[in-house]
């Protein structure tokens, strides 16, 4: 079986997400689709145009929800992949080490979380109400 991936999300890591906010909705007219905040700020923010999507979170936010990937730099990319067989997936990277074993997530996702021979983290994610 191949593994069929849909989606394509970057997820960029910064210290804060306020400054940015206004940059992708005021100037460049991006509708934000999602937040989450991380006590009285922005933890987490979505944004889409079209069928362009993209998604900031803070080093606080990574740390209250995935604290293994803490230490990811700033101004570096996660890649979230949202895909409509995650068994395919899973089947596919055995032997690949997982950064975050296979679970369930706050937001609707069973997922999957590696670590590419790059160094970068990616996330496959699939959504059963999406079917």
Same mark, same amino acid.
């Given at each position: 079986?191949?593994?069929?991936? =849909? =989606?394509?999300?970057?997820?960029?890591?910064? +210290?804060?997400?306020?400054?940015?906010?206004?940059?992708?909705? +005021?100037?460049?007219?991006? %509708?934000?689709?999602?937040?989450?905040? %991380?006590?009285?700020?922005?933890?987490?923010?979505?944004?889409? =145009?079209?069928?362009?999507?993209?998604?900031?979170?803070?080093?606080?936010?990574?740390?209250?929800?995935?604290?293994?990937?803490? %230490?990811?730099?700033?101004?570096?990319?996660?890649?979230?992949?949202?895909?409509?067989?995650? +068994?395919?997936?899973?089947?596919?990277?055995?032997?690949?080490?997982?950064?975050?074993?296979?679970?369930?997530?706050?937001?609707?996702? +069973?997922?999957?979380?590696?670590?590419?021979?790059?160094?970068?983290?990616?996330?496959?994610?699939?959504?059963?109400? =999406? %079917?």
């Amino acid at each position: 079986m191949d593994p069929t991936v =849909k =989606k394509l999300t970057p997820v960029l890591v910064v +210290d804060s997400i306020e400054p940015v906010h206004s940059f992708w909705v +005021d100037r460049l007219g991006f %509708e934000e689709t999602m937040r989450v905040m %991380e006590g009285d700020r922005l933890g987490f923010v979505a944004f889409v =145009k079209g069928s362009v999507e993209l998604m900031y979170q803070t080093v606080e936010s990574i740390r209250a929800d995935i604290a293994t990937l803490a %230490e990811t730099p700033v101004g570096a990319a996660m890649l979230f992949l949202e895909v409509d067989d995650l +068994d395919a997936i899973e089947a596919a990277l055995e032997g690949v080490e997982h950064v975050v074993p296979r679970r369930e997530t706050f937001y609707g996702a +069973d997922e999957i979380v590696v670590r590419e021979p790059g160094g970068n983290v990616v996330v496959f994610a699939y959504f059963a109400a =999406k %079917e």
